[in-house]
């Protein structure tokens, strides 16, 4: 008979792994849409700035937003530069490799990947799962929650100079609503 508090636990694990990569590819959805827009916006100041017939304080406006949009696409750029070294996350003496990890698993050949797993993972009878697997699932849980983690706090700061320069562009607009509103409803008594 199966260890059914192993089984659970092994479920537990493997569920929070799988919610763990889904909010990873999210992260790394939110950079690209940011890398998008950031590319997009960086497009139309140059060429903004291009034009003959923009005026001083859009061409202000667009000067200083460059650098930011610029800024913001090199932040979410740098979110995709891929942290391979599990080492920096785990360290564990007893196991020279992390089987689960891709990096790791990439430096063996098939068969002798294929040995170590079986020599590794494959449970006693009566077991589900063998200690050093769930571990392993544990690790990896932990590990892909740092990296989400990271790429969430540099979207965030992507964002947040993106946010920066709309809002340095959009100064010439409301400078010009107020004096346009002012024009229409100041100079009646």
Same mark, same amino acid.
């Given at each position: 008979?199966?260890?059914?508090?192993?089984?659970?636990?092994?479920?537990?694990?493997?569920?929070?792994?799988?919610r763990?990569? =889904?909010?990873?590819?999210?992260?790394?959805?939110?950079? @690209? #849409? !940011?890398?998008?827009?950031?590319?997009?916006?960086?497009?139309?100041?140059? /060429?903004?700035?291009?034009?003959?017939?923009?005026?001083? #304080?859009?061409?202000? #406006?667009?000067?200083?937003?460059?650098?930011?949009?610029?800024?913001?696409?090199?932040?979410? !750029?740098? /979110?995709?530069?891929?942290?391979?070294?599990?080492?920096?996350?785990?360290? =564990?003496?007893?196991?020279?490799? #992390?089987?689960?990890?891709?990096? =790791?698993?990439? /430096?063996?050949?098939?068969?002798?990947y294929?040995?170590?797993?079986?020599?590794?993972?494959?449970?006693?009878?009566?077991?589900?799962?063998?200690? &050093?697997?769930?571990?392993?699932?544990? *690790?990896?849980? @932990?590990v &892909?929650?740092?990296?989400?983690?990271?790429?969430?706090?540099?979207?965030?700061?992507?964002?947040?100079?993106?946010?920066?320069?709309?809002?340095?562009?959009?100064?010439?607009? *409301?400078?010009?609503?107020?004096?346009?509103?002012?024009? @229409?409803?100041?100079s009646?008594?």
């Amino acid at each position: 008979m199966k260890n059914d508090q192993q089984e659970a636990y092994e479920r537990v694990l493997t569920s929070s792994l799988a919610r763990v990569l =889904d909010f990873l590819k999210f992260a790394e959805t939110k950079n @690209a #849409a !940011l890398l998008t827009f950031a590319s997009a916006s960086i497009v139309a100041s140059i /060429s903004n700035l291009n034009n003959a017939t923009l005026g001083g #304080a859009w061409r202000t #406006a667009f000067t200083f937003a460059l650098p930011l949009f610029i800024l913001s696409a090199l932040t979410a !750029l740098y /979110s995709f530069l891929p942290k391979t070294l599990l080492n920096r996350f785990h360290k =564990d003496p007893e196991q020279s490799k #992390a089987l689960l990890y891709f990096g =790791d698993a990439a /430096s063996f050949a098939p068969a002798a990947y294929k040995q170590r797993v079986l020599e590794r993972y494959l449970p006693p009878e009566n077991e589900s799962a063998t200690q &050093n697997y769930l571990d392993d699932l544990a *690790i990896q849980i @932990a590990v &892909n929650s740092q990296i989400t983690k990271r790429k969430l706090t540099i979207f965030n700061t992507g964002a947040l100079i993106v946010f920066s320069a709309i809002l340095v562009v959009s100064v010439p607009g *409301i400078l010009g609503l107020c004096r346009f509103l002012s024009a @229409a409803f100041g100079s009646n008594p």
